[in-house]
């Protein structure tokens, strides 16, 4: 029998900061991300032995409950009843994922893939199914609006 | 504008805080997966009570300020707006078409006519039609009308039928011809001819009883002539059209602005002299996109039309419209939307004119009047805000763009960014960006409906910016189609 216990652990100590870094960027609730994260992990469970990459399924599940969330509209109900009670970032990364959260899912998950994960743009558009050139204009649209809102 | 690299550093920062408090509360003990939820952290616990109250107090704050009697909060709705979903509408069995007729009936949205392509010489005029059924996402097409192509022409949709009448020909000759279509039998029928040619400016209402038709004004060379500024009402039980009394106040140039209360029309009007920017001559409609410091109107007024005694009365508006006005009733309240202040118009064809946004003429001026008390307040906010806007983009305010739910008004062409607000908090909300994989320029000429739960939009020609990056163009590329809802 494998013993999935210990190999789930290991990649949870391996993966879970920087996926749960990646949700938090991408819901802008810790909250939220660290349920998101955990649940990626529980759903995942079992699945993952022997793959190459499992980092990459990993992030691809942690975007996709991401685009469920937002579907399901609960993040402005959780946002606005968690973030601000238990955050007490500096001002100009509150204003930081306040703009974030105004992109739309795609562009937000490639600029927290490219800048925050640092991935390229193939693996993004392997991450989020996409074609490279859609990544490309989602980067630029996203940058683009994140310089100029956050532009004093 | 900062740099991309300090974007990065700061998107690194915002994560670090991911683990702030992880770092306090450890993840999830030696590793080992939690597989109930709701669950609550060790280090929630931990949290001092001094916090819990400072939360307690901010929540408490905070809810005093955005606590509206009456209505919601302006939280939950423009969470609602913000959070809501952009789809793109499945492909049509007609060529997307600028300026087509259209209108929502219940369970179908019908559209009609339009023209392909800039207004110009090579422009089209087809007759081809479609309905939209949102329930399965299927589109049908219409049979052949019995009247000519046409696109900017005026319709209202009965309860039982849609009737179409007037618009312009693609030679730019304004249209008397009318016709009604019965989705129910999927057949149209002529109608009389209209009394007078309304022209492409023209706007129309359905009272429950007849169709009341405001005509507009098209002055220029090369701009389709029609439109006298008169009233012209038609009624389908009498199937005869009545020339109603000429409205007070004079013509303001470009689309008619009506709104109807439930009992009485609203129809925005120029106190004196009929309003032309002498700029808008040098700039003939499809070519050259020039600026055109079209205003102010100071103290314009409202015409107000009562059907049941075919009387009219005036209001003064105490403003200034210095934009491209847009008028709405809501709640029997009458709303105008005056502009941008000092804002830049751009005139493209016949019948839009574009209000350009650079960055210090993103303010409106808008007003509701109460017909009970007779009283004008001022609103709140503006109808572009904040930093949603790139130098050279235009926005339409024309025509069909603005919608009305009956409490929120959206103002959106189906790419790009739009605005809505909510009659019930008097706020405005910027919504997100539309599609990821449609262009962020505007859309002129699209056609809007709301089904009670989706924003529609189809058609429209998209605009591109200039050379010069200082005006749109217009790149004549046809719109497919979007929807958009806002959340639960």
């Known amino acids: 029998m494998r013993d999935l216990a210990t190999q789930d652990a290991v990649l949870y100590r391996a993966y879970y900061s920087e996926l749960l870094k990646t949700a938090f960027c991408l819901t802008g609730s810790r909250e939220t991300a660290e349920d998101m994260v955990q649940d990626v992990f529980v759903r995942c469970s079992g699945r993952l032995e022997g793959m190459e990459d499992p980092a990459f399924y990993l992030r691809r599940a942690v975007v996709n409950a991401t685009r469920s969330l937002f579907r399901r509209r609960l993040v402005a109900q959780r946002w606005a009843t968690t973030v601000s009670a238990w955050d007490e970032m500096p001002d100009e990364l509150v204003e930081l994922r306040d703009v974030l959260m105004r992109l739309p899912v795609r562009q937000r998950s490639v600029v927290v893939l490219r800048y925050v994960v640092g991935l390229d743009d193939d693996e993004i558009a392997a991450t989020l199914e996409c074609s490279r050139s859609t990544v490309r204009s989602s980067a630029r649209r996203g940058l683009g609006r994140l310089r100029k809102e956050l532009t004093p | ?488």
Request: charge should be negative; aromatic fraction near 8%.
């Open chain 2, 1 to 488: 504008m900062i740099s991309e690299e300090e974007v990065a550093k700061r998107m690194v920062r915002l994560a670090e805080h991911a683990l702030v408090e992880h770092a306090l509360a450890g993840p999830t003990a030696g590793g080992r997966l939690v597989e109930s939820r709701p669950r609550r952290r060790p280090g929630r616990v931990l949290v001092p009570l001094a916090a819990v109250a400072a939360l307690a107090l901010v929540l408490a704050v905070a809810a005093a300020h955005i606590y509206r009697p009456g209505g919601s909060t302006s939280v939950s709705m423009s969470s609602r707006l913000q959070q809501g979903v952009f789809s793109a509408l499945p492909g049509a069995p007609i060529p997307p078409l600028g300026y087509s007729a259209s209108a929502w009936t219940g369970s179908e949205w019908l559209i009609w006519g339009g023209v392909d392509g800039p207004v110009g010489p090579k422009e089209t005029t087809p007759d081809v039609g479609a309905a939209y059924r949102p329930s399965t996402s299927t589109w049908t097409s219409l049979p052949p009308a019995p009247i000519s192509g046409r696109h900017s022409a005026v319709s209202v949709w009965t309860g039982s039928e849609w009737i179409i009448a007037g618009g312009a020909g693609s030679n730019g000759a304004a249209l008397t011809s009318a016709a009604s279509f019965d989705p129910s039998l999927d057949r149209w029928s002529v109608l009389p001819p209209m009394p007078d040619a309304p022209g492409p400016n023209a706007a129309a209402v359905w009272t429950g009883k007849e169709m009341i038709v405001v005509t507009g004004y098209s002055p220029g060379p090369g701009v389709p002539t029609g439109g006298s500024g008169a009233a012209e009402a038609y009624n389908p039980a009498t199937r005869r059209w009545t020339l109603l009394p000429t409205p007070p106040g004079n013509l303001i140039f470009g689309q008619v602005h009506l709104a109807w209360s439930g009992s009485k029309l609203y129809v925005l009007r120029s106190p004196a002299g009929v309003y032309l920017s002498v700029s808008f001559a040098a700039n003939p409609p499809g070519k050259t996109i020039g600026s055109l410091p079209m205003g102010p109107i100071p103290n314009p007024v409202v015409a107000v039309f009562d059907p049941s005694t075919d009387t009219w009365a005036t209001l003064t508006i105490p403003t200034t419209i210095r934009g491209y006005p847009v008028l709405a009733a809501y709640d029997g309240r009458l709303l105008v939307v005056a502009g941008p202040g000092g804002g830049s118009l751009l005139q493209v064809n016949d019948r839009q004119v574009l209000i350009s946004a650079p960055k210090p003429y993103r303010q409106t001026e808008s007003y509701s009047y109460d017909p009970a008390s007779g009283a004008w307040e001022p609103l709140a906010g503006s109808v572009l805000t904040g930093t949603d806007l790139k130098p050279g983009e235009a926005y339409d305010y024309g025509g069909g763009q603005a919608v009305s739910t009956g409490t929120v008004l959206y103002f959106w062409s189906g790419a790009g960014y739009g605005s809505a607000f909510d009659a019930a908090t008097d706020s405005w909300t910027v919504l997100p960006a539309g599609l990821d994989n449609q262009p962020d320029e505007s859309v002129i000429g699209s056609v809007v409906a709301w089904t009670g739960k989706d924003l529609l939009a189809w058609g429209g020609q998209k605009l591109d910016p200039s050379p010069s990056g200082e005006n749109p163009v217009v790149n004549g590329t046809p719109f497919g189609g979007a929807s958009y809802r806002p959340e639960n």
